[in-house]
Structure formats: structure tokens, C-alpha cells
């Protein structure tokens, strides 16, 4: 009895040990945040106050500077630099008998509490139920966001008023008490933004009719007070611009991210666009208005605040890019049934709010009409199409969890268990897939482009790498290069091969992956990750001139002819690419990747074979074309192995696939499709022990399922999963 006493002791006071080491690492992450949401808010302090005096806080200067619209005897939209409605004008005169420089501290730094508040206000109006550790991240996370994204790096370089209304509705919303105060701070906001009367439904019909009264009331009153004082700029922005329109920049500027800027930029016109435009505002109205109020309904009012905003966004003819914040708050919204899916629509929304659309997508004349109306896309798709789960959902609270395989005996020990590193089997959703590759191209883009060292340090290494060559008897590029230059055809084929398979490739080899084998997909993408990132750090430390670009050697370019070493030309990518990023080769290493990728997986020789050609191919044509160095391939070999080892080092091996073969053991009741199994569409899978006396599948598998399972043994719950979800 006394043993069982002291070993209950013992296990509690374990237990307690547990939570505060538990509760010790939250505050710590928690604390981290905090300092971050900080750095970030002092950062943008520091940028508005380096931007020359001319350059910052603009509007600001415009109402209240020399000449500005509120110094003036006539109309403030006499120009059409005052955008604001003539309540707004009405608030703002009182400014201008403040000093302009104590101004601009004081609107700075007024800006950034805003954005605090903004922060607190929405991390407190999160769904329930929420876990402890979200609800004490919730508001740094938030007001890092906010920090981050464009409106608000927008409204504080410019000076502008645009998260005033914002969180006049917020505070409205989800923090007022009473329905008469939540109807004035809405109303108030609305007299400030017009179109933001969109939320009087919002409380209308989920029964809170006071507080819509109330918002139509405050707005009427604010209004007619502006028009008793102000009663010319009234009539004019009433009669000539309302909602703004007119006022500001050209409609069909690419800041103008409303529908009717859209349809301006698609090239319609006259009454064809104004009435399309009416048409397609009031459907996204009708719809957008019913969701928010189902999610109003279902205990998810920040949701459907940020989805009634989203509807603003889209219906006002003019939103510019400091009034786009109500976007980001609809990152709250849940999406899918699966665990992985969770993470693609706060992604995107993230990406889209704090990244250039030129970042986003890439510079193709087709895709210009989605690259210039990004945002309003998802301001559209958080209106209108994005299927958010209810409360009442299964998947809302329990999301089907992901399938790991079983812990590897051969990994070490002392390499750390996190659950980011454990081999995942279930296929990952392909639009979060999709967005990381282009975040991380975007990012490989940009420390390519930024690594930049000077010429005469490229040049210096170029000429310490032809000397190691030399020494090793290796420095076979004039010689390729001069035989190459002899043979037309080989010529050209080489510099076709140079230019179209650097990128196409490595993209074909993922999307097989993806469709036939998600297992390695995840294996094999970690791996090019890992040896990307070795390859940007190459480029960062040792800037290299290849051999096209050092002076003397003789070298020709075959792929872009005669060089100006001052000013060396790349063909169209001249201006994104640091033509001295030659160490290592990454047109090798993907190369060689895809190679090792092909070799271990595909099931046919002939297969294999094919892959190894292509490093082959590879390393002929950037050294006979002069773009690379020997030597610079083996750094490719370098990084590209490295990636390899450290995905097995972090994940272990490789797990082992085999067919399914339901004639032997049955299908699998109620198995997802996707989660685990990398089968041809609408053939059920089985799990079971890989059959060694049959090939694996690979990039050319067979017709049939296949499952992504480990050659060691598991338990059930390895197989099955937690909570007993397949």
C-alpha cells in the first residue's frame, strides 16, 4: 500500500513538473511574440521617420501643410487629394491649428495604438472554444499581422485614417455593450466610410434591430451635422462623389481594388461597366451579407464581421489599398476536413495581405488580370466562396489528423523528435503545396538577387577557381566551350537544353510525385528544400563570375552572346537574377536531384536510366555554354546531398511502398481517400507489409493502389491514428 501511495506521489509530482516546464515554454513563445509585434511596430516607426519630410505622412501634409484642403476658404474637393467624406473633413479641421511637426509624431505613434487596439479587439472576439495556448498568442500574433500586412504599412506611411473606422466597427461589433452603443460606433464609422453601412444588416437580422436602428440613426446625424457646417463641400461630395468617387487617384488605378476598378482594368466602359458593375455588386452584396449572417448566428461574429467587410471591399467603387484591412480578419475562418487543409486559407490570406502581388504571382501577360486584382479576389472568395465550417461541424473542432509512419529505429537519438519532422504518409493539400513553392521561389529569388558582391570580388573568386582546377587538371570549359562553338546543332541544342529544363523538370518530377507517391512527394520536396537553402547560403558568401563573365579568358556565350562585362545581359531575367550567383550550381544540384529522385523510385531500368541522363545533359550544358564553372557543379553535388542527409537526419529514412492488393486482404472501411494511399482515382487501397518479392512503385508506377507504408512494424494507432481516424 505504501508503494502504491509513493508511486502515486511520484507520478504527480512528474505530472507537475510536466506542466510547468509546459506552461514555462508558452510563456516563453508567448513573451517572443510580444517582442516581435514590438520590433515590428518599431520598425515601422523608424521607416516613417527616415522617409524624407516631403515623402511621408502625405495626406497629413495635404489637409492641414501650406496650400493644404482644410487651410482653404473653398470646397474640399476643389481638389481631389481630399478623399474623405465632409464629416471626416468636419473631424480633422481641429488639426490644423496643431503644430505639422508635433503632427506627424503624434499620428504616428496614435497609428500604431490604433493597430494595438485593432490587435486586442480582434484576438478577444475569437470563435470558442479556443485552447489556452491560442488565447494567449492570439493578440501578438494579430497585431504582428496587422504590422505586416499592406493596408496598414500603407495608412501609416501615408498618414491616413483608414483603421479608424475599422475599429469603430469592431468595437461595435463584438465589444459594445448595449445595442445602442454598438449601433452608434458602427454609425460613426459609416459617416467616416459609407459604404461600411453594410453592417446594419449585419445586426438587423440576428435580431439586434436597436443597434441597426441605431447605426442608421448616428450615420443620418453625423451626416446632417457635416452638412449644417460644411453645407457646400456637402452637396459636392454628395452630388458629385459619392463614396469617393472620383476623389483620389484614377479609378482604374491598380490600388483601386473594388469591382468597378476591376472592370476598368479588364477595358469596359461607359454604361456597359456601370451597370455590370451594379449587377455583380449587389449579388456579391446579396450572397456575402446571407453568410455573414449564418456565421453571425453560428457564434462566429469576428468571421462574420470580416466577411460583411470583405463585401465592402468589393461593392464600394473606389477601395484603396489602406482601406483593404478588413481582409486579414478573415483569416479566423476554418476550411477543410482534414488537419492539412487548415493551414492553406490563413496562408493565403497572410501571403496575400502582407506580400506585392508581383511577389505572388509571376510576371506573365496572361496572368496579369489575377496579378492586378489579387486582393479584391479574396476579399470576393472570403465573401462569396470559401466554404467556412460551422461550429457545429465535426471537422470544425476534430479535423481527420494526419497519418505518420512509425518511429525509425535508425534514426539518432539525439536528433530532436519534433512532430514537424515526423514522417509524414497522407498526400498534402495541393493549394497549400502550390503557394509554399511559389513563397519559397520568391524568396530564393530575391537572396539570389540580393547577394550581390562586387565585380571585381566575383572576378577575384573566378580566378581562384580556374586556378584550383588547373591544379587538378580539371578546367575543361575553354576546351567544351571552343568544341561546342563548332557544331551548330550541338550548339543550339545545348543552350535549348540550358534555358527550358532548369525548371520544368524538377516540376514534373513533384507533380508525379504528388498524384502517384505523397509520401516521397514530402521526402523528396524536403530535400530540394534543404539543398535550395545550402545554395542560397553559397550564393551569399562566395559571389562568383562565371566564365562568360571573366574578361580575358576568351569565353563565348552561346546561350546570350557577346557579353559587356560592365553591363552583362541575361536575356529577359537580366533584371530579376544576380548573374554572379555561380557557386554552387543549382541548375546542376535540382539536375542531380531529380536524378536520385528518378533513380531510387522509378520501377523500370530503362527508367532510371533516363533520369541519370538529365544531370548528364545538365552538367555538358552549363559548362560548354560557359555559364558554369566544374567546380561549381560539384558544389550543386555538394548541396543536393546535404539536403538528402539532413532530411534523413531530421525525418529518417525513407519509407518503403508497396502495392495494395485487395484481393488478398479487402478494402478498408471508410478510409479517406489521400490520406496515406497514393492510388489511381476511384480504386479503394488496403494497408499491409510490403511484398519484397515484387518491385516498388515509383514515377512510372502501375496501375493500381499503393500505399505509402513503412517496412517497420506499427502499432494500430500508427496505422489508424489517433481518435481512431483512419
Known sequence: ??????????????????????????????????????????????????????????????????????????????????????????????????????????????????????????????????????????????????????????????GQTSIIPVLLVLLGCLVARGERRSGVLIGVGAALQPTLLLFAPLPWFTGRRRAAASTAVTFALCTALAWAAMPHDSYTYWAHHPVGVGLGGKADDHANQSLHGALLRLGLTGPLEIGLFLVLGAAVAAVGLRRAVRYARDGQPLLAVAVTGCVAVAVSPTTWQHQLLWVLPAVVGRVGGRTSDRYVWPLAVVLVMTLPAKTLIPNTAALHPLRDNVILLAALAAACAVPFLERASPAYR????????????????????????????????????????????????????????????????????????????????????????????????????????????????????????????????????????????????????????????????????????????????????NQYAAMPSLHFGWSLWCGVVIAALAPRR??????????????????????????????????????????????????????CRESEHGPVAGRPRGDGCARAPGLPGQWHRPDTSRPTGGLSAQPGPTCARGTTSASREDIIGPNGST
Not at 501578438?140 to 495608412?155: E, G
Open 1 to 158: 500500500m505504501a508503494k502504491v501511495e509513493h508511486g502515486g506521489r511520484t507520478g504527480s509530482v512528474l505530472a507537475a513538473g510536466a506542466t510547468g516546464t509546459a506552461t514555462s515554454r508558452l510563456a516563453a513563445v508567448r513573451l517572443g511574440m510580444w517582442l516581435l509585434a514590438a520590433l515590428l511596430a518599431a520598425r515601422q516607426v523608424a521607416a516613417v521617420l527616415r522617409t524624407p519630410r516631403g515623402d511621408r505622412l502625405t495626406d497629413p501634409e495635404t489637409w492641414v501643410g501650406a496650400g493644404g484642403v482644410l487651410h482653404l476658404n473653398g470646397s474640399l474637393y476643389d481638389s481631389t487629394r481630399f478623399t474623405g467624406t465632409p464629416f471626416g473633413g468636419l473631424v480633422l479641421t481641429p488639426l490644423v491649428r496643431s503644430a505639422e511637426q508635433a503632427l506627424g509624431w503624434a499620428w504616428t505613434f496614435g497609428t500604431l495604438l490604433l493597430v494595438v487596439a485593432l490587435g486586442l479587439v480582434a484576438a478577444r472576439a475569437l470563435p470558442q472554444p479556443v485552447s489556452r495556448r491560442t488565447s494567449l498568442l492570439a493578440a501578438p500574433v494579430a497585431i504582428s499581422l496587422l504590422m505586416l500586412s499592406l493596408p496598414v504599412r500603407d495608412t501609416i506611411h501615408l
Open 398 to 577: 476534430s479535423p481527420r489528423p494526419a497519418v505518420y509512419a512509425p518511429p525509425v529505429p535508425a534514426r539518432p537519438s539525439r536528433v530532436p523528435s519534433a512532430r514537424l519532422w515526423r514522417r509524414v504518409l497522407s498526400r498534402p493539400n495541393l493549394l497549400f503545396e502550390l503557394l509554399l513553392i511559389r513563397l519559397c521561389y520568391a524568396a530564393y529569388s530575391w537572396v539570389r538577387l540580393t547577394a550581390t558582391g562586387s565585380r571585381a570580388t566575383a572576378e577575384a573568386h573566378g580566378h581562384e577557381i580556374h586556378a584550383i582546377e588547373k591544379a587538378l587538371s580539371i578546367d575543361v570549359e575553354h576546351w567544351a566551350n571552343r568544341t561546342v562553338v563548332t557544331v551548330p546543332r550541338l550548339e543550339h541544342f545545348l543552350g535549348f537544353y540550358y534555358e527550358s529544363f532548369h525548371f520544368v523538370v524538377p516540376l514534373a518530377v513533384l507533380g508525379v510525385l504528388y498524384a502517384r507517391r505523397p509520401a516521397d512527394y514530402r521526402w523528396a520536396r524536403t530535400s530540394l528544400g534543404f539543398a535550395t537553402l545550402l545554395g542560397l547560403l553559397g550564393f551569399w558568401l562566395y559571389p562568383l563570375a562565371p566564365p562568360r563573365l571573366m574578361p580575358g579568358f576568351g569565353f563565348i556565350d552561346t546561350v546570350h552572346g557577346v557579353q559587356d562585362f560592365a553591363r552583362p545581359d541575361y536575356g529577359v531575367m537580366t533584371a530579376v537574377t
Open 606 to 659: 530503362r527508367v532510371k536510366a533516363l533520369g541519370l541522363l538529365h544531370p548528364l545533359c545538365t552538367v555538358s550544358a552549363i559548362v560548354a555554354t560557359a555559364n558554369h564553372w566544374v567546380l561549381d557543379a560539384a558544389g550543386g553535388a555538394a548541396v543536393v546531398g546535404a539536403g538528402f542527409a539532413l532530411t534523413r537526419l531530421l525525418s529518417g529514412p525513407r519509407a518503403v511502398l508497396a502495392p
